[in-house]
């Protein structure tokens, strides 16, 4: 077997099973292998944050559902309600984010209600807080991608006839910031 998990991520002498499956979850594909019980609690988790997503039941629903499903303790339920929350909390790019689509996507259900059942005062209520649910979430659109690097990689002797300060200057007003000068030793 290859993958992070033969290096098993230790905490006091005990497998983080959490941190391994966070691995699973963000590496690329095959590079983190599961044991057994860890996979058992990947579908655990899996779906009390399904049953917590589906905007129908109350945590402690969610809970009695899981007692229920894998016939275990409540406190076992509760500590899974817990890790789920934890697991696809952080494999998500942010928490509150995160719990804003899930309110979000709470509303728009009822607004979807509201409107078939023809409560259009509800439904407008509905969509304000719709709007103000999505005004909350971070704007990905403000983050500035990553630089283009451009490199040009001329054989030795060669000097490119550019003025340099006129490149530079085009460069920057393209969004270029960094200029390293390379030089061939």
């Given at each position: 077997?290859?993958?992070?998990?033969?290096?098993?991520?230790?905490?006091?002498?005990?497998?983080?099973?959490?941190?391994?499956?966070?691995?699973?979850?963000?590496?690329?594909?095959?590079s983190v292998v599961l044991s057994?019980?860890?996979?058992?609690?990947?579908?655990?988790?899996?779906?009390?944050?399904?049953?917590?997503?589906?905007?129908?039941?109350?945590?402690?629903?969610?809970?009695?559902?899981?007692?229920?499903?894998?016939?275990?303790?409540?406190?076992?339920?509760?500590?899974?309600?817990?890790?789920?929350?934890?697991?696809?909390?952080?494999?998500?790019?942010?928490?509150?984010?995160?719990?804003?689509?899930?309110?979000?996507?709470?509303?728009?259900?009822?607004?979807?209600?509201?409107?078939?059942?023809?409560?259009?005062?509800?439904?407008?209520?509905?969509?304000?807080?719709?709007?103000?649910?999505?005004?909350?979430?971070?704007?990905?659109?403000?983050?500035?991608?990553?630089?283009?690097?451009?490199?040009?990689?001329?054989?030795?002797?060669?000097?490119?006839?550019?003025?340099?300060?006129?490149?530079?200057?085009?460069l920057i007003e393209q969004g270029?910031?960094?200029?390293?000068?390379?030089?061939?030793?």
């Amino acid at each position: 077997m290859s993958g992070l998990n033969l290096f098993k991520l230790v905490t006091d002498g005990k497998v983080d099973n959490r941190e391994v499956i966070i691995n699973y979850l963000t590496e690329p594909e095959g590079s983190v292998v599961l044991s057994e019980f860890q996979r058992e609690l990947l579908k655990r988790w899996n779906y009390a944050d399904d049953l917590m997503r589906s905007n129908v039941y109350s945590i402690r629903e969610v809970e009695e559902m899981l007692v229920k499903k894998f016939e275990y303790s409540i406190n076992t339920a509760r500590n899974d309600v817990y890790d789920a929350r934890t697991i696809f909390g952080t494999t998500r790019p942010v928490n509150k984010k995160y719990l804003l689509l899930i309110h979000a996507g709470r509303i728009e259900e009822m607004m979807i209600m509201a409107g078939q059942d023809g409560d259009f005062k509800n439904y407008a209520a509905l969509a304000k807080e719709y709007t103000n649910a999505i005004k909350e979430l971070p704007d990905d659109s403000k983050k500035k991608p990553a630089p283009t690097a451009i490199i040009f990689n001329l054989p030795a002797g060669i000097v490119p006839n550019i003025n340099e300060d006129a490149a530079k200057k085009i460069l920057i007003e393209q969004g270029f910031t960094d200029f390293i000068e390379l030089k061939d030793e």
